[in-house]
């Protein structure tokens, strides 16, 4: 399974950014996918997930700005991102989990996004 995440960039503050995040490999025993964040000097956080079956969830603090969506067609997962702060500068990562107790992880080499006031 590989995982290779785009779309960041540079946006001012109040902007949108979508980041795309393709996959290959299969997707027997996928449990979710996910974006985290890795904002500077702190450490990595969830963002949010869906599942095969659609069901998302996002952190509270992000609903309403943040959007995980997937488009199976494509083997992609989205993060749509709008009303952007300067706090939501960080590196994104996406994640899939594998296995019935998500055991087994992959992930992508991350997408820098620098908000800037």
């Known amino acids: 399974v590989q995982l290779q995440a785009s779309g960041g960039g540079f946006v001012q503050a109040g902007g949108s950014l979508r980041l795309s995040c393709a996959v290959s490999g299969s997707n027997d025993n996928l449990n979710a996918m996910a974006w985290y964040r890795r904002p500077p000097g702190k450490q990595r956080e969830l963002v949010a997930s869906i599942t095969p079956g659609g069901t998302t969830n996002t952190v509270d603090s992000l609903k309403g700005r943040f959007t995980i969506s997937r488009d199976d067609a494509e083997s992609t997962i989205y993060l749509t991102m709008n009303s952007l702060k300067r706090e939501d500068t960080a590196v994104y990562y996406c994640?899939?989990?594998?296995?019935?107790?998500?055991?087994?992880?992959?992930w992508g080499q991350g997408t820098l996004v620098t908000v800037s006031s």
């Open positions: 994640a899939a989990f594998y296995g019935l107790g998500s055991e087994f992880e992959y």
